[in-house]
């Protein structure tokens, strides 16, 4: 496995459980970001209150314009973007609910995680995730 695949592993593993709580919580969760500093910090980054009845496609588009500002300053190496979607998942004709990953790393990886889940009895039962190839749209590369 990749530096890049192994930190993409290690955002996943830091903001999931963030999406996690707040759907426990509130039921949903809105989109957010997450990313590692070229220290190897990890650094959390949401919209402001004012941006909560915004319409989710707008809060991503606001989070994505920060997480390139940060990696073209220099200061992230790896990102995630965290966002809800509804996805058709393969061998299946219904939508159900999921946690959408966009990772991209300054190595030239960018991946799309979508991770289905279920909430039951106050607990949230996430699905196996499937992957695709991200759009690059954080440090650019292929499109």
């Not at 997450?34 to 319409?55: I, K, N, Y």
């Not at 809060?59 to 920060?66: A, C, D, H, Q, T």
């Not at 073209?72 to 190496?77: H, P």
């Not at 998942?89 to 990772?103: F, G, K, Y």
Request: aromatic share 6%; charged share 20%; no cysteine.
């Amino acid at each position: 496995m990749s530096d890049a695949q192994t930190e993409a592993e290690e955002l996943v593993n830091a903001v999931l459980p963030h999406a996690e709580g707040m759907l426990i919580a509130h039921g949903e969760f809105f989109p957010f970001g997450g990313a590692l500093t070229l220290d190897g910090e990890f650094a959390e980054l949401s919209v402001g209150d004012e941006h909560r009845t915004s319409p989710v496609e707008r809060i991503v588009e606001e989070l994505k314009s920060r997480l390139r500002g940060g990696a073209g300053s220099n200061i992230y190496r790896a990102t995630a973007l965290v966002f809800p979607i509804q996805a058709q998942l393969p061998d299946s004709d219904e939508e159900t609910d999921a946690v959408a990953i966009s990772l991209d790393h300054q190595a030239n990886y960018s991946v799309m995680l979508i991770i289905p889940y279920a909430l039951s009895d106050g607990a949230v039962e996430f699905g196996e995730a499937v992957a695709q190839q991200g759009a690059h749209e954080i440090f650019g590369g292929p499109h």
